[in-house]
C-alpha cells in the first residue's frame, strides 16, 4: 500500500489550496480515510475524514472552511482548504485504514503555509 500526497505550498491568508492524494494498494470507496496535519511542536492531528460510505467529519477548527472529498473512479483524495488562516499551516499528511488487516497507512506528508 502506498500513499502519495501533493499539492501543498505557501498561500495568503484568506487564500485556497486543494491537497490531493493518490493511492495504489487500497481503494479509498472500500475503506476510511482521511487527513490529518502536524504543526511544529504539536502533535498530529485530524483534519477531515470520510468513510467508505460517504460519511465525512471534521476537525472544529476547520468546519466550515475545508472540505474532503474523493474520486472513487482515479482512487484519489482531495482536501479543499478555503479561507485559510496562519493557524492552518502545518504539514498535512493523508492516511488510509485498511480494514481487512486494521493498519494504517500514511502518505509522505506535504507542507502548507499560510503566510502573508
Known amino acids: 500500500v502506498q500513499l502519495q500526497a501533493f499539492g501543498g505550498g505557501l498561500v495568503q491568508p484568506g487564500g485556497s489550496l486543494r491537497l490531493s492524494c493518490a493511492a495504489s494498494?487500497?481503494?479509498?470507496?472500500?475503506?476510511?480515510v482521511g487527513w490529518y496535519r502536524q504543526a511544529p511542536g504539536k502533535q498530529r492531528e485530524l483534519v477531515a475524514g470520510i468513510t467508505s460510505a460517504g460519511g465525512t467529519n471534521y476537525a472544529d477548527s476547520v468546519k466550515g472552511r475545508f472540505t474532503i472529498s474523493r474520486d472513487n473512479a482515479k482512487n484519489t483524495l482531495y482536501l479543499q482548504m478555503n479561507s485559510l488562516k496562519p493557524e492552518d499551516t502545518a504539514v498535512y499528511y493523508c492516511?488510509?485504514?485498511?480494514?481487512?488487516?486494521?493498519?494504517?497507512?500514511w502518505g509522505q506528508g506535504t507542507q502548507v503555509t499560510v503566510s502573508s
Open positions: 494498494g487500497i481503494i479509498f470507496s472500500s475503506n476510511p
Open positions: 492516511k488510509g485504514t485498511l480494514l481487512i488487516t486494521r493498519r494504517n497507512y
